[in-house]
């Protein structure tokens, strides 16, 4: 290790990388509104403007597509910082339908320098109200 670095340039900071990760969950998934205006005339002087609203559901065919582009996109911007990591990220999607899903993980590394980052999307301060999907990504940051 170089004597230069500060312990900030080789500890994985969760706090400093979630906002990139949720940024890029969140790019991905997040519901695209589009609004669509239709004039319906109704008698001779009523006009209504009806509102459609187009919005990303689960659908089983581009799961694994979405799973890709997350991993890849995270991955990429955590190598484009230059910090002295491995990096391992991990995505699950998973169908909105009220079945439990229950996720664990064990490491044996440098409590000092290597941490993990969970997303979980959406959430409580990510709030999407037309979610049909729950996203899971966790990423590990590992100090060599």
């Not at 909105?96 to 941490?115: E, F, I, Q, V």
Request: with cysteine; aromatic share 12%.
């Amino acid at each position: 290790m170089d004597d230069e670095q500060t312990s900030d340039e080789v500890t994985f900071l969760p706090e400093t990388l979630e906002p990139l990760v949720f940024d890029i969950i969140e790019s991905v998934l997040k519901d695209k509104v589009i609004l669509y205006c239709k004039k319906i005339l109704i008698f001779k002087f009523i006009l209504i403007y009806i509102i459609i609203i187009i919005v990303k559901v689960y659908d089983d065919s581009k799961v694994q597509s979405w799973i890709d582009e997350i991993c890849c996109r995270i991955q990429k911007e955590l190598i484009d910082t230059n910090k002295p990591f491995k990096y391992v990220v991990n995505c699950t999607i998973m169908q909105k339908n009220g079945a439990g899903l229950h996720l664990g993980y064990s490491c044996y590394w440098d409590t000092a320098n290597d941490n993990t980052i969970v997303a979980r999307w959406p959430n409580e301060k990510r709030k999407d109200p037309n979610a049909r999907l729950q996203t899971i990504v966790t990423v590990y940051g590992l100090g060599y």
